[in-house]
């Protein structure tokens, strides 16, 4: 890391003392023949507002002035001779707070038949990788986490990933296609903290794997790609098959005691195809050109397939008979859904950009794509009465109160997210943007998600004493309703809506 930053200090010095904005230079490599070497980036400044959401500050974004993204890229390839097309890129993601990492760094070598070979860490095809992809065609990533391409903004794929991969760019069709670890940019080894101690772990397959994801993503372009097109349709077809090969046993069976002296036995048992999930989507997108008015229209979806699979535990209880639900945890396929579109309008130096989508979430606002529970509400209810191992005991007022709490998932929980945002462009290398989004979700039963004062006023509750729904069962008390019967959000709950006033800009250098 010392090195690197060595590195860029002088690259900075030269780009500084040479009074341009990136450096760009040509030479003739004795080993490689006429070379190409680009060094430039971008930066996003931006100011979040504080808002107070009915009650309650929003804390999911930042606040103040901010910089969300500080990119250094560099750029080399071979122009003529034997060794044409060949090509490395370098990416270093600075985030202000943070620590500096590696976000792309790969080579390109091409094949026949105008493929070309990519290893490396490399984009993600669901996301970016080629000149026309889902988040090239968006085009306002800097808009902050509402401008990336969804498959990243709803952390379905990262944008990218250590493998090897290969495309192809043709005037009516392109594709991408990679092999690679699954885990993303941050991490590079997969199964780094596999998730197989309990059964609910290994019903669901969570954690990481050492099994390898591929994605790809193919592409109709009917009209053509050429800039200068007035009209230019794409049709994508992203994807991504987790774990497809690699999967080792250690994944989904878990051996926490086996001594035959002391006759003690614990073994806990999944199926590896809960570790195999997939994702799909189809993207429409359509550029259109009149005159100095550009228009951006598109629509989309993705369909998020989580694999499960009963888990179950052998132990000397078992083993002698005692059968209880502790030994075994139910499970079926569940799935999470997404629609999503986005306008924007430019003209001359100023634009308009609006998206809206909706994910299936689970109650909590976490903008991440979560999934439907694939048991249905009655089977949910019935292994919940007989957590104490016996049928029939739990009451009306029981069941109802795990429909209300979230212990069980009706499939009803939705996120809502909305952006619009006024832009200038002040030249070709800075542009601007005042707007505004906001969320709202409903909890698993359909009802509004709310926040109540008591939450918001961050109550200690080892000195205060109060816990939640305390104040509900005062009042349901009082007026002669059983326990339980009503919560805080019942009472003083007010809906809950993250809403950011912003400025966000873009710097290309």
């Known amino acids: 890391m010392k090195l690197i930053k060595k590195f860029l200090f002088i690259l900075l010095f030269l780009t500084s003392i040479s009074q341009i904005w990136s450096y760009e230079t040509d030479w003739d490599d004795k080993s490689l023949g006429p070379t190409q070497f680009k060094f430039h980036g971008y930066f996003w400044f931006a100011y979040e507002n504080v808002d107070s959401q009915k009650g309650t500050i929003d804390q999911g974004t930042n606040q103040g002035f901010t910089m969300n993204r500080a990119y250094i890229r560099i750029d080399g390839s071979v122009k003529e001779g034997d060794f044409k097309g060949w090509k490395y890129h370098l990416t270093i993601d600075g985030v202000v707070g943070g620590n500096e990492f590696l976000k792309y760094a ?3 070598i091409p094949l026949p038949l105008n493929l070309n070979l990519i290893g490396g860490l490399q984009n993600t095809p669901t996301v970016a990788g080629g000149k026309y992809n889902l988040e090239s065609l968006w085009k306002h990533r800097y808009l902050d986490s509402q401008g990336k391409a969804m498959w990243d903004q709803l952390a379905v794929t990262t944008s990218s990933d250590l493998g090897i991969g290969i495309n192809q760019e043709e005037n009516l069709y392109n594709f991408y296609f ?28 969570t954690g990481d794997s050492y099994g390898y994801h591929f994605y790809g993503r193919f592409s109709l372009t009917p009209l053509g790609v050429k800039d200068d097109q007035a009209t230019r349709i794409f049709i994508n077809f992203p994807f991504v098959l987790r774990n497809v090969v690699g999967i080792k046993r250690a994944e989904w069976e878990y051996v926490e005691k086996l001594n035959f002296t002391n006759q003690q036995l614990t073994i806990l048992r999944g199926d590896p195809t809960a570790k195999k999930d997939y994702a799909y989507g189809v993207e429409f997108n359509g550029i259109i050109k009149i005159s100095d008015l550009n228009l951006g229209i598109g629509i989309g979806q993705i369909i998020d397939k989580d694999k499960r699979k009963p888990a179950y535990k052998i132990d000397q209880n078992l083993i002698a008979g005692n059968i209880t639900l502790n030994n075994y945890q139910p499970a079926a396929d569940s799935v999470g859904i997404s629609n999503y579109m986005y306008l924007y309008i430019e003209y001359n130096k100023f634009g308009l950009v609006t998206r809206y989508y909706e994910n299936i979430d689970d109650g909590t606002l976490s903008g991440k794509l979560k999934y439907k529970e694939g048991l249905s509400i009655a089977e949910q209810l019935f292994y919940i009465d007989l957590t104490n191992n016996v049928i029939g005991d739990l009451s009306p007022e029981q069941a109802l109160g795990a429909i209300r709490s979230g212990a069980v998932d009706s499939g009803k929980s939705k996120q809502k997210t909305f952006l619009i945002a006024l832009e200038c462009y002040f030249n070709k290398r800075f542009k601007g943007a005042i707007g505004l989004s906001q969320s709202t979700t ?3 039963d359909g009802t509004p998600y709310k926040i ?15 816990t939640t729904d305390n104040f509900a069962d005062f009042i349901a008390g009082t007026i002669g309703l059983p326990p339980k019967s009503l919560t805080d959000k019942d009472l003083v709950g007010t809906r809950r809506v993250d809403r950011q006033i912003f400025f966000r800009s873009q710097f290309t250098w």
Request: charged letters at 15%; glycine letters at 8%.
């Open 106 to 108: 790969y080579f390109t």
């Open 178 to 205: 990679l092999l690679a670890n699954g885990e993303g940019f941050r991490k590079t080894s997969n199964a780094s903290s596999l998730s197989n101690t309990k059964l609910s772990d290994l019903a669901k397959g």
């Open 442 to 444: 409903t909890n698993k």
């Open 452 to 466: 109540t004062p008591f939450q918001a006023s961050n109550i200690n509750v080892s000195t205060t004493g109060y």
